[in-house]
Protein backbone atom coordinates (compact mmCIF):
# COMPACT_ATOMS: atom_id res chain seq x y z
CA UNK A 1 0.00 0.00 0.00
CA UNK A 2 1.24 3.60 -1.13
CA UNK A 3 -0.72 5.54 1.65
CA UNK A 4 -0.84 4.67 4.84
CA UNK A 5 -3.52 6.52 6.80
CA UNK A 6 -3.28 6.71 10.53
CA UNK A 7 -4.79 8.88 13.98
CA UNK A 8 -8.59 7.26 13.67
CA UNK A 9 -9.76 6.16 16.87
CA UNK A 10 -12.88 6.87 19.62
CA UNK A 11 -14.25 9.96 20.55
CA UNK A 12 -16.86 12.12 22.24
CA UNK A 13 -19.20 14.47 20.41
CA UNK A 14 -16.87 17.76 20.73
CA UNK A 15 -13.84 16.56 20.69
CA UNK A 16 -10.92 16.48 18.39
CA UNK A 17 -8.54 14.06 16.20
CA UNK A 18 -6.07 14.38 13.74
CA UNK A 19 -5.48 12.26 10.67
CA UNK A 20 -2.10 11.43 9.28
CA UNK A 21 -1.30 9.85 5.45
CA UNK A 22 1.72 9.40 4.45
CA UNK A 23 3.38 7.97 1.51
CA UNK A 24 5.80 5.16 2.77
CA UNK A 25 7.76 5.06 -0.63
CA UNK A 26 8.25 8.70 -1.30
CA UNK A 27 8.48 7.68 -5.15
CA UNK A 28 5.41 10.03 -6.24
CA UNK A 29 5.09 13.32 -6.98
CA UNK A 30 1.44 14.18 -5.99
CA UNK A 31 0.03 17.57 -7.31
CA UNK A 32 -2.94 16.91 -4.82
CA UNK A 33 -4.05 14.91 -1.60
CA UNK A 34 -7.83 14.74 -0.12
CA UNK A 35 -9.50 12.92 2.16
CA UNK A 36 -13.21 11.04 1.73
CA UNK A 37 -15.29 9.25 4.47
CA UNK A 38 -17.56 6.49 4.20
CA UNK A 39 -20.34 5.62 6.62
CA UNK A 40 -22.04 2.78 7.14
CA UNK A 41 -24.81 2.11 4.34
CA UNK A 42 -23.84 5.37 2.33
CA UNK A 43 -21.42 6.09 -0.17
CA UNK A 44 -17.97 7.35 -0.53
CA UNK A 45 -17.95 11.82 0.59
CA UNK A 46 -15.98 14.05 -0.07
CA UNK A 47 -13.80 15.99 3.18
CA UNK A 48 -11.43 18.07 2.15
CA UNK A 49 -8.80 18.67 -0.67
CA UNK A 50 -5.58 20.35 -0.88
CA UNK A 51 -2.83 21.31 -3.71
CA UNK A 52 1.01 19.83 -3.43
CA UNK A 53 2.16 23.24 -2.31
CA UNK A 54 -0.95 23.77 0.17
CA UNK A 55 -1.75 26.98 -1.64
CA UNK A 56 -5.33 25.75 -2.32
CA UNK A 57 -7.17 23.93 0.29
CA UNK A 58 -11.23 22.37 -0.61
CA UNK A 59 -13.70 21.80 2.03
CA UNK A 60 -17.11 19.53 1.93
CA UNK A 61 -19.99 22.24 3.55
CA UNK A 62 -20.57 19.21 6.63
CA UNK A 63 -17.04 19.62 7.52
CA UNK A 64 -16.36 23.58 6.80
CA UNK A 65 -15.01 25.40 9.71
CA UNK A 66 -14.46 22.60 11.80
CA UNK A 67 -11.71 20.63 10.01
CA UNK A 68 -8.61 21.67 8.48
CA UNK A 69 -6.73 20.28 6.08
CA UNK A 70 -3.02 20.43 5.85
CA UNK A 71 0.05 19.31 3.46
CA UNK A 72 3.81 18.56 4.91
CA UNK A 73 5.49 18.75 0.99
CA UNK A 74 8.62 17.17 3.08
CA UNK A 75 7.61 14.56 4.38
CA UNK A 76 4.74 14.01 1.91
CA UNK A 77 2.40 13.63 4.31
CA UNK A 78 -1.06 15.24 4.69
CA UNK A 79 -3.17 15.72 7.66
CA UNK A 80 -6.83 16.09 8.52
CA UNK A 81 -7.52 18.23 11.62
CA UNK A 82 -10.97 17.45 12.95
CA UNK A 83 -12.48 19.76 16.06
CA UNK A 84 -15.91 19.58 17.07
CA UNK A 85 -16.33 16.18 16.12
CA UNK A 86 -20.24 15.41 16.29
CA UNK A 87 -21.69 11.52 15.77
CA UNK A 88 -22.43 12.28 12.19
CA UNK A 89 -19.01 12.53 11.10
CA UNK A 90 -18.49 8.83 12.41
CA UNK A 91 -17.11 6.73 9.26
CA UNK A 92 -14.29 5.31 8.00
CA UNK A 93 -11.60 7.97 6.28
CA UNK A 94 -9.43 7.45 3.67
CA UNK A 95 -6.86 9.56 2.00
CA UNK A 96 -6.14 9.80 -1.44
CA UNK A 97 -3.65 10.88 -3.77
CA UNK A 98 -2.81 12.78 -7.41
CA UNK A 99 -0.38 13.48 -10.05
CA UNK A 100 -2.32 15.27 -11.89
CA UNK A 101 -3.87 18.68 -12.02
CA UNK A 102 -7.77 17.72 -11.46
CA UNK A 103 -10.06 18.06 -14.55
CA UNK A 104 -13.67 19.99 -14.61
CA UNK A 105 -14.58 17.54 -12.23
CA UNK A 106 -12.43 19.55 -9.46
CA UNK A 107 -10.82 18.09 -6.42
CA UNK A 108 -13.98 16.60 -5.04
CA UNK A 109 -14.09 14.01 -7.65
CA UNK A 110 -13.13 10.62 -6.07
CA UNK A 111 -12.85 8.46 -9.67
CA UNK A 112 -10.52 11.60 -10.20
CA UNK A 113 -7.68 9.89 -7.60
CA UNK A 114 -4.88 7.04 -8.54
CA UNK A 115 -4.00 6.53 -4.91
CA UNK A 116 -5.79 5.33 -1.62
CA UNK A 117 -4.81 4.52 1.55
CA UNK A 118 -6.22 1.76 3.34
CA UNK A 119 -8.60 4.00 5.91
CA UNK A 120 -9.18 4.30 9.47
CA UNK A 121 -12.23 4.36 12.03
CA UNK A 122 -13.52 7.19 13.40
CA UNK A 123 -16.41 6.84 15.89
CA UNK A 124 -17.50 10.14 17.60
CA UNK A 125 -20.07 9.47 20.47
CA UNK A 126 -22.37 11.19 21.61
Known amino acids: VQLQASGGGLVQAGGSLRLSCADS????????MAWFRQAPGKGREFVAA????????YYGDSVKGRFTISFDNAKITVYLQMNSLKPEDTAIYYC????????????????????WGQGTQVTVSS
Open 96 to 115: AADRRIPDSNGYSYAPGYDY
Open 25 to 32: RRTINYWR
Open 50 to 57: ISWNGGST
